[in-house]
């Protein structure tokens, strides 16, 4: 699943016009890079979430060639976030195996097979891809899987349970791979496909329950989040306009 909901209020005014998804980097939109890397990764089913503009992507989605199946699961009132646009979309999962989750504002060359393999070889409820670079913004890691997460800009956080041994610090990437019993975690919050929530506290949750999440390094590929207009600048220059 492409999360395609966002107003991409941070790049106005290009998204007055065109949704976040289909503003483009390098001469591709932005939705038509990653669904394309998510195909060559072995995806053969895709689904996006959509609210500012959707019509246009929409068009955009029928007119583009994937070879795969792809469905769009709309969200009219208003985004409901990373978990809420989730929850919303449950019906259109096989739930047959794992699948990955993937923000729409993200350029990378990280591995996705690699991301995919290391969470199949695991007994994780979802991997989460994680790098290196300067944020306040932090997932927090021990041995077991994630804990908790802080804001060292504002002073906030967010602790699910003790960490255990070992403890790290890693910014989220935006790209995960979770299991289908993600959904029966969901389900048990009740109005989850009416509101909107972060999927990080569905995942604080379970770890609180004892479920492991965990850490997936992306190593030094190519990673960029385009969410706002000097962001998408940098990475428009660093791939070619």
Same mark, same amino acid.
């Given at each position: 699943?492409?999360?395609?909901?966002g107003?991409?209020t941070r790049?106005r005014p290009?998204?007055?016009?065109t949704?976040k998804a289909?503003?483009?980097?390098?001469?591709?939109?932005?939705l038509?890079?990653i669904?394309?890397?998510?195909v060559a990764?072995?995806v053969?089913r895709l689904?996006?979430?959509?609210?500012?503009?959707?019509?246009?992507?929409?068009?955009f989605?029928a007119?583009?060639e994937?070879g795969v199946e792809? #469905?769009?699961?709309?969200?009219p009132?208003a985004?409901l976030?990373t978990?809420?646009g989730v929850?919303?979309?449950?019906?259109?999962?096989?739930r047959?195996?794992?699948f #990955?989750?993937h923000?729409?504002d993200?350029?990378? /060359? %990280?591995?996705?097979?690699?991301?995919?393999?290391a969470?199949?070889d695991s007994d994780?409820?979802?991997?989460?891809?994680v790098g290196?670079?300067?944020?306040?913004?932090?997932l927090?890691?021990?041995?077991?899987g994630?804990y908790?997460?802080e804001n060292?800009?504002?002073? %906030?956080?967010r602790?699910?349970?003790?960490?255990?041994g070992e403890?790290a610090?890693?910014p #989220?990437?935006?790209?995960?791979v979770? /299991?289908?019993?993600?959904?029966?975690?969901m389900?048990?919050t009740?109005?989850?496909?009416?509101?909107?929530f972060?999927i990080?506290d569905?995942?604080?949750?379970?770890a609180?329950?004892?479920?492991r999440v965990?850490?997936?390094?992306?190593?030094g590929?190519?990673w960029?989040?385009v969410?706002?207009v000097?962001?998408l600048?940098?990475?428009?220059?660093?791939?070619?306009?």
């Amino acid at each position: 699943m492409i999360l395609a909901a966002g107003l991409g209020t941070r790049l106005r005014p290009l998204t007055e016009s065109t949704p976040k998804a289909l503003v483009e980097v390098g001469g591709v939109p932005m939705l038509e890079r990653i669904a394309r890397r998510l195909v060559a990764a072995g995806v053969d089913r895709l689904i996006v979430n959509v609210h500012h503009l959707s019509e246009a992507i929409e068009v955009f989605l029928a007119r583009m060639e994937l070879g795969v199946e792809v #469905f769009v699961s709309g969200e009219p009132a208003a985004p409901l976030g990373t978990g809420g646009g989730v929850a919303r979309a449950a019906p259109l999962f096989r739930r047959d195996e794992p699948f #990955f989750l993937h923000n729409v504002d993200i350029v990378t /060359e %990280a591995d996705l097979g690699g991301l995919w393999s290391a969470h199949a070889d695991s007994d994780a409820l979802a991997t989460l891809a994680v790098g290196r670079r300067e944020t306040p913004r932090r997932l927090l890691f021990d041995d077991h899987g994630l804990y908790g997460w802080e804001n060292a800009a504002t002073g %906030a956080s967010r602790v699910a349970r003790e960490p255990v041994g070992e403890t790290a610090r890693w910014p #989220f990437a935006g790209i995960h791979v979770a /299991e289908p019993r993600l959904f029966e975690r969901m389900a048990a919050t009740g109005d989850a496909v009416h509101r909107p929530f972060s999927i990080l506290d569905v995942y604080l949750e379970a770890a609180a329950a004892g479920e492991r999440v965990a850490p997936w390094d992306l190593g030094g590929a190519l990673w960029m989040e385009v969410g706002n207009v000097e962001r998408l600048a940098r990475a428009r220059e660093a791939l070619g306009g």
